[in-house]
């Protein structure tokens, strides 16, 4: 029986949902486009994490299967002077090298928010830090601090500063100067850079106003310029204190965490038990001891945001 005919003898049809309808409905398209996103952090994201997590809760080694052992790698590591060394080594990196890099990166994105001639070359130029490879760029500046062929030997020689070869690297409290000194040059060009983008969302409107009012250009800076930059301050600020607290590429390359442990910070401390010993456990342990400190940065800095937006 057709369906007309069974529509004229009064049987009802119901008719089925289209396939377009359902790709049209939000909820099902949130879906699909948030999936691939889903799964990429549960990767290489959530998946390492609880592995990290599970491993730091066993006595794991290379090639020995471990059993469930609590907290004790925590307990282990904070009696050891190495790691307490480490965290106050990277405490100290982290707030020295984010001062400066946001000190020397606010002063150049104000000076290239400014016409003259060349601004576009001078704006790309001074990315260079930022694009080398870390690798590549570390070992330049290793050069630089050979005691045997240190440009900056040289360089200071030559100029009368000092009289016999100084060895940056070799020395503690030289070395941790040097890894900083490294980490500013190359972190200040993402600080001008992104700081330079808020800068030119201000309209020059509100600056020509509080000229015209009398204010002098300090006081324009400070009561108009920065109050309206300081969102866009705050979140470059978390995001390099995310990067800076896990610095491994940098420390590892110029010092290893040398001499005599002197400059081993949370990953280059992580890796050398974990890796170098295999003792997983006890790297997962070190690495994860990272966690709470950073959680919360993070979240004293949103609410800190958030507080700055709604205001």
Do not use: C
Request: positive net charge; without cysteine.
């Amino acid at each position: 029986m057709r369906s007309s005919e069974m529509a004229i003898a009064g049987v009802g049809v119901v008719p089925a949902r289209p396939k377009r309808r359902l790709l049209e409905d939000e909820r099902w398209l949130a879906f699909v486009l948030l999936l691939p996103t889903v799964v990429l952090l549960g990767l290489f994201i959530a998946y390492p994490f609880v592995k990290g997590i599970m491993l730091a809760v066993t006595n794991t080694r290379v090639g020995v299967p471990g059993e469930f052992v609590g907290l004790a790698n925590f307990v282990k590591i904070w009696n050891d002077g190495i790691f307490r060394t480490a965290v106050w080594n990277t405490v100290l990196y982290t707030a020295v090298t984010t001062v400066f890099k946001l000190a020397l990166g606010l002063w150049l994105a104000v000076l290239l928010n400014r016409h003259f001639k060349g601004k576009a070359l001078i704006r790309a130029f001074i990315l260079l830090p930022f694009i080398i490879p870390t690798v590549l760029s570390t070992f330049a500046w290793k050069w630089m601090f050979d005691p045997t062929f240190s440009v900056l030997n040289w360089m200071l020689f030559q100029l009368g500063f000092i009289t016999q070869r100084i060895n940056w690297l070799g020395d503690a409290d030289l070395a941790m100067v040097a890894i900083m000194e490294v980490n500013i040059w190359r972190g200040v060009p993402f600080f001008a850079i992104s700081l330079l983008a808020g800068l030119q969302t201000i309209s020059p409107e509100l600056q020509e106003a509080a000229a015209i009012d009398g204010a002098r250009p300090w006081k324009r800076f400070w009561y108009v310029t920065w109050p309206l930059l300081l969102p866009v301050t705050m979140v470059v600020v978390l995001f390099s204190v995310i990067q800076t607290f896990a610095d491994f590429q940098l420390v590892y390359v110029l010092t290893e965490g040398g001499p005599a442990n002197a400059t081993h910070l949370f990953a280059t401390y992580a890796y050398q038990v974990g890796v170098r010993t295999g003792l997983l456990s006890e790297g997962a342990a070190i690495s994860l001891a990272i966690f709470p400190v950073l959680f919360l940065v993070v979240v004293l800095q949103l609410l800190y945001i958030r507080r700055v937006e709604t205001r």
